[in-house]
């Protein structure tokens, strides 16, 4: 058993703690024993038979519409409650303005926005990116000579995690590879979209937060999450919000 008196170990289980504490990181972070990681048995967190395990059930809990799925801690995965989302959302853009973001993580934003919701893959290369990891390429000019291939893979995933912490971005669904034998395998391919597109009925923000302040929803959240966890520094918890 976690610090946290429970062991994950179904999917109702796991939906109940992300409705309970609104906000739940998958991997381990600043708070030990806060993670989904943390309190789930190893054996059952990535569960290889594509019905049983955290890993699996991340396309199932995002398509109940009660919680978003993100890298929104640390660029690290994990879930907002929809009732915690838009003061989430409030604090999260007044820190990570869309205006102040690079010109090719704003143009990824506007493919998306034109597009609601595409693949990862689909993503990258609509936005001019390579599908390659690696920061050289040949020169087509020049087969003998390599150049700085500034969009590539790795460029791509960091912009788009960091449109995710600003919460401009988030994964709508997990899409799996077909083998010959009609069976689903591999790690899943994120669909992303944007909150505006997925979830509708929250927008206008202001609408939902009221005057509240992006600080007031940031002190909203740390008052929360401090009474659910009265045992944890609060620096660990601002840390994670």
Known sequence: M???????????????????????????NGIEGFSIEEMTPPELLFGDDFENGPWQWKGPIIANWDSAYGKFFGKKAGYVSLEWLPDFMNWRRSQYPLRKEPTDAKHIHEVLVENESMLSKQLKV???????????????????????????????DALIAQLQMGTHVCIADFEYLISKKGEPYGWGVARYCTPEAM???????????????????RKRIIDHLQGLLPDVDKAKIEKLI
């Open 2 to 28: 976690d610090r946290f008196g429970t062991v994950i170990e179904r999917q109702d289980q796991l939906e109940s703690l992300i409705k309970e504490f609104g906000f739940l990181p998958f991997f381990k």
């Open 126 to 156: 609509a936005s001019g990116f390579s599908l390659s990891r690696k920061r050289s390429m040949v020169n087509p000019d020049d087969a003998s000579e390599t150049i700085v291939n500034k969009k590539n893979g790795m460029a791509f």
């Open 199 to 217: 979830y509708p009925e929250l927008f206008p923000i202001k609408d939902r937060v009221g005057e509240r302040t992006p600080n007031q929803s």
